[in-house]
């Protein structure tokens, strides 16, 4: 089957230069370029993956992204940001808002084919049948559905990837650079602090019911899935901004 990717840019040179190198990858293209027809473009052509622009007409990509991460039908879709701002608040911003990755424009086109890449592969193992449980946390592998007890739980393909690893060793506590190779990819650049970032975002929907926290931080070493032992030091929303 072939993979859907839709780029929602208004830049014809930078539409142009992506068509034509992901459609050379193999990739179905399509593009969408006024933000307010972005979300039913979306809709209606289910893609594998977005790419998303930040500054578009009628509609920024930050609100857009926000409308996936809230629909139950793509909220599983993987988002990458592409824009012109470099300051490293923005960087943050984005990825706190739901995107998966997030390139600066001018990018290197082999290097965004390669992070689209690592982010499909991320989502391959989502399809895979299966069940994952931890205390009152579940894991369908096969809808892409976690839930704490009876509550519906809405992830991000990242956090679900990282609550999957983190899953499938409980208790097995492990280092940032080693959930940046297993959860992004070896091949890729990404800061380690991105790893916190989304630790942060799997923690707050994860306990957004009043729930145990059950993802640990150890200081200096990494993270883990662990029930909360009585007289625990307190270790967990520690982590470095
Ligand atoms: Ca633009």
Redesign the pocket.
Known sequence: MTDKIMII???EDIITLLRYNLEKEGFEVSCVSDGSKAFNAIKINQPTLILL????PNMNGIDICKQIRYDNDLRNIPVIMLTARGEEADKIKGLTIGADDYMTKPFSVPELIARIRALLRRIQPMKTKGELVFEDIRMDLATCRVFRGNRSVHLGPTEFRLLQFLMEQPRHVFPREQLLKEVWGADIHVELRTVDVHIRRLRKAMNEGGETDLIRTVRAAGYSIDSKQPGDPEENGNETE
Request: net charge negative; proline share 0%; hydrophobic share 45%.
């Open positions: 840019e208004d830049e622009d930040w500054m578009l």
